[in-house]
């Protein structure tokens, strides 16, 4: 794949077959390269929407960013390339596609495949910590399933430098933690929040604010309002963690590596990711 890193690419390198999804900004295609006959997913960007959007700076950012992440956990991006209209990412193609349709055909996960996940997550963000990187969009759209049923992170359309402390609010704020709905200073503890949210939804089959108007997630994430349904396929150890990682206060947070010590991800993740 390193020779895919290098050369100058143009849409006459691939063989482009099905639509995969639409994706931030543009459609994703299933693509083969015809010389080496690499699977990969290719999305197609508009120039006139990045230009309009005004997030030609973020994708040149995120191009940057991306070329230095190697983690079995975060989708690659092998390059890109442009003609006159367009902007091509060169993606490494997730075989079994999108979490967030897996997770609405099963309403909910195990424990076992939960835990899992988030221990994979656990494990890509303390990588993408240690390369100053913090996340800031875990949830469920983001996420892809690789063909031996890894995750997969698979959108940085938002990641940043923790030197760069900007903050655009957009999307859904399911997944926002007290200090980003108040849009006050961050740090790496923003993507402990949203873990936390998505291990309840992996567990609940909804986020844990969930509300019919966005007033009222924003009350409930302020509150913490954090409540565990009676469900008897989701253990005290579970609820345990989920409440570690919902503090409001960002510096008494679970950190990272505390989960992938904590007894519910010990006994329920599997090893192998
Ligand atoms: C490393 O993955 C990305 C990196 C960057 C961006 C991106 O658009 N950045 C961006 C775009 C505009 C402005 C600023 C940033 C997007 C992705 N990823 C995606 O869009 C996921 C495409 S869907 C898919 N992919 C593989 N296998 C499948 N089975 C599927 Br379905």
């Known amino acids: 794949v390193s020779a895919v890193e290098k050369k100058r690419w143009t849409l006459n390198d691939f063989d482009i077959g099905k639509p995969l999804g639409r994706g931030k900004f543009g459609h994703v295609y299933l693509a083969r390269e015809k010389k080496s006959s690499h699977i990969v997913a290719l999305k197609v960007l508009f120039k006139s929407q990045l230009k309009q959007s005004q997030v030609e700076h973020q994708l040149r950012r995120e191009v940057e960013i991306q070329s230095h992440l190697r983690h079995p956990n ?33 309403k909910y996960f195990s424990e076992k495949r939960a835990a899992t996940y988030i221990s994979s997550l656990a494990q890509a963000l303390i990588y993408c910590h240690g390369k100053h990187v913090i996340h800031r969009d875990i949830k469920p759209e983001n996420l892809l399933i690789g063909a031996q049923g890894e995750l997969k992170i698979a959108d940085f359309g938002w990641s940043v430098h923790t030197f760069n402390r900007r903050q655009t609010m957009c999307g859904t704020l399911d997944y926002l933690p007290p200090e980003m709905v108040e849009s006050i200073e961050h740090d790496a503890s923003v993507d402990i929040w949203s873990l936390g949210v998505l291990c309840y939804e992996f567990l609940y089959g909804v986020p844990p604010f969930e509300a019919k108007e966005h007033s009222d997630t924003y009350r409930r994430i302020i509150k913490v309002d ?48």
């Open 74 to 106: 975060i989708l690659r991006l092998y390059g890109y390339f442009y003609d006159q209209t367009r902007v091509y990412l060169i993606l490494e193609y997730a075989a079994k596609g999108e979490l967030y349709k897996e997770l609405q055909k099963c």
């Open 226 to 273: 954090l409540k565990f349904p009676p469900k008897p396929t989701v253990s005290s150890a579970a609820k345990d963690l989920i409440s570690q990682m919902l503090v409001k206060d960002s510096s008494q947070r679970l950190l990272l590596h505390k989960v992938l010590e904590h007894p519910w991800i010990v006994q329920n993740a599997d090893p192998s990711g």
